[in-house]
C-alpha cells in the first residue's frame, strides 16, 4: 500500500463497478507507507462493507487467501521486475490483470491466462473487469487453467534448472 501501486485506482474501479450494478466484493491485502490513505478513501466512497482491507499476510498464509479470489487485480503503476505476487495468484488459478508494464509482460498473456489494462485510470479496469464477467463458464475455466499453467514456468525448479542452462552455455 505504496506510492505508486495503484492502490487508489483500484478502489475507484470497485466504486465505478458498483456504481454500474455489478455486485463485486474485494479484499486488499498488503503493509505500506499509506494504509491511513487508503483507509480514509474507503470511508470517503463508503466502501468498507464492499472492499475489505484486511492488512499484512503471513506469506505461508497467502495460498489461503487466494483461492477466494475470481480474479486478481495488480494495477501497479512501477516497473515490477516480476511482479511475483501475480504469480502467486497464478499458482492458485487466478487470472490476472495488470499494466502492460515490466516483468508482468513476461508472464501474461492477453486473454489467455489474465488481461493487460491499456490505460491508467479505473474506467480501463472497469471495462476489462466487465469483459473478464462476461466470459463463458468455460472460457474462465480455461483462463484459470492457463494461469496455472504459468505459474508452473516460475517454480523454483523449473527456473534453477533454466538458469543453470543458461550459465552452462556461458562457460
Known sequence: IDEGKGWDIFIKTVVLLKKRGFNVKAEMVG???????????????????DINYVGAIAYKDLPNIYPHFDLFVFPTQLFESLGLVAIEAMS???PVIGNKIGGLQD???????GFF????????YCQIIKQYIELTDAERNEMKKQARLTALE???EQT???LYTQLEKLL
Not at 503493509?31 to 491511513?36: A, D, P, V
Not at 508472464?107 to 491466462?113: C, E, S, T
Not at 489494462?117 to 480501463?124: I, N
Request: negative net charge.
Open 92 to 94: 492458485c488459478g487466478i
Open 31 to 49: 503493509r505500506g507507507s499509506q494504509i491511513l490513505e487508503l483507509k480514509n478513501m474507503l470511508k470517503e466512497y463508503q466502501m468498507e462493507d
Open 107 to 113: 508472464y501474461i498473456k492477453d486473454g489467455v491466462n
Open 160 to 162: 534453477f534448472n533454466k
Open 154 to 156: 516460475y517454480d523454483s
Open 117 to 124: 489494462v491499456e490505460g491508467q485510470d479505473a474506467k480501463d
